[in-house]
Nanobody
Framework: QVRLVESGGGLVQAGGSLRLSCAASGSIGSINAMGWYRQAPGAQRELVAT???????NYGDSVKGRFTISRDNAKNTVYLQMNSLKPEDTAVYYC???????????????WGQGTQVTVSS
């Protein structure tokens, strides 16, 4: 069974930094795109950043220039370095990955359980 486990959330003051990690484990055949999404209270889940297996990245407008997504394919892990954090970055951050289970032919989207990021003013 495939699982995504996030870590690295917490409480930080405005202007500070946090680094999130998300590791995929289980019967993994292959992973293509990985990414981060976030959901603030009362809001819809929104894109933060995505990264392809080859390293091409895409960012939501609100985080461009402040956040950096990266991945380690050998460790099946994706990271999100968050700098210059703002109170409006407060949300639950979810890891997402399109994974082909070993022994299967197609990719499915998997989600982590979410990690809380709180930025105080």
């Amino acid at each position: 069974q495939v699982r995504l486990v996030e870590s690295g959330g917490g409480l930080v003051q405005a202007g500070g930094s946090l680094r999130l990690s998300c590791a995929a484990s289980g019967s993994i055949g292959s992973i293509n795109a990985m990414g981060w999404y976030r959901q603030a209270p009362g809001a819809q889940r929104e894109l933060v950043a995505t990264i392809t297996r080859g390293g091409s990245t895409n960012y939501g407008d609100s985080v461009k220039g402040r956040f950096t997504i990266s991945r380690d394919n050998a460790k099946n892990t994706v990271y999100l370095q968050m700098n210059s954090l703002k109170p409006e970055d407060t949300a639950v951050y979810y890891c997402n990955a399109n994974i082909r289970d070993s022994g299967r032919a197609i990719y499915f989207p998997y989600w982590g359980q979410g990690t809380q990021v709180t930025v105080s003013s």
